[in-house]
């Protein structure tokens, strides 16, 4: 396959997949059900290995391309990161998929899609669950060095703490609780990936100050003209309505949905029929 590689168990029920992007690095993925094409593109520190309910509930509807962002899970990584390698990893998957596909990005995945589509790539449509845009003072916004503290954090050899500091400067998470996180079975999987938090700290450079989402972004947003649906949940913090109040002003073909009673978490039992609706219509 000019594209990449499949890998099969002996039964012929496909397992793990894998693309080759522009670079070199092979990228993870897998491929289930029948019909249009979407791609789930992951916030951050998410992965193949974690439970993804939403794939099921689309998969009798669409082909639902899952796949590990570079330097998680079973995805490779081959430095320099820029953001642009990210985007390439997309288009080999789109290339996989036929030619075209739809994308659904949930959190910083929203922002990696949002720059995938204004970056020219065939994705015919858009749906975004609540990019954690921080454009107003309803929250603290992350610090200006955020990205190097991540960095330096693990160049130093501390992976947890770039982990601590994306749960309390980012997420929002009180440092106490996070103390407690560290010891808990999930920790260490964190930290395997806490080199990629720095990844989705450059796609959201920017736009995490507290101020408006600046004019050279706003322009190249403006430039994707392809059915966008811009989600939020209503029970989110404030931030994330005026977020997705933002984004689709800038966006030329959005429809804002406020999904009632849904906070960043969101149920996928209430995202799915979103979707479907939207991707079918």
Excluded: C
Aim: net charge negative; charged share 20%.
């Amino acid at each position: 396959m000019p594209s990449g590689e499949s890998v099969r168990g002996g039964s012929g029920v496909m397992t793990t997949e894998f693309v080759t992007s522009k670079d070199g690095t092979r990228i993870a993925f897998d491929r289930t059900g029948e019909g249009p094409p979407v791609i789930l593109v992951a916030g951050a520190t998410a992965n193949r290995s974690f439970p993804n309910p939403l794939s099921a509930l689309l998969v009798p509807n669409f082909t639902v391309f899952n796949y590990d962002r570079r330097g998680r899970n079973e995805s490779g990584d081959t430095p320099p990161f820029a953001v642009e390698r990210e985007i390439e990893d997309i288009e080999a998957l789109i290339e996989e998929a036929g030619g075209s596909a739809y994308a659904y990005g949930i959190s910083s995945g929203a922002v990696v899609a949002l720059e995938a589509a204004a970056s020219g790539l065939a994705i015919t449509k858009l749906a975004l669950y609540e990019a954690p845009l921080i454009l107003d003072g309803s929250r603290p916004p992350v610090p200006a060095d955020y990205v190097r503290q991540l960095q330096e954090s693990v160049s130093s050899g501390h992976p947890g703490d770039a982990v601590e500091i994306f749960m309390t400067k980012a997420v929002g998470i009180p440092a106490e609780f996070v103390a407690g996180m560290r010891s808990q079975p999930m920790w260490p999987a964190l930290e395997a990936v806490a080199h990629t938090i720095a990844y989705d700290g450059a796609f959201m450079e920017g736009l995490m100050f507290g101020k408006p989402i600046p004019p050279e972004r706003a322009k190249r947003w403006a430039s994707i003209s392809v059915p966008t649906l811009v989600i939020d949940g209503g029970a989110s913090e404030p931030f994330m309505h005026g977020g997705a109040e933002a984004l689709a002003k800038v966006l030329p073909n959005a429809r804002r949905d406020t999904l009632d009673g849904q906070t960043h978490d969101v149920n996928p039992e209430v995202l799915a029929p979103v979707l479907v609706e939207f991707f079918k219509a």
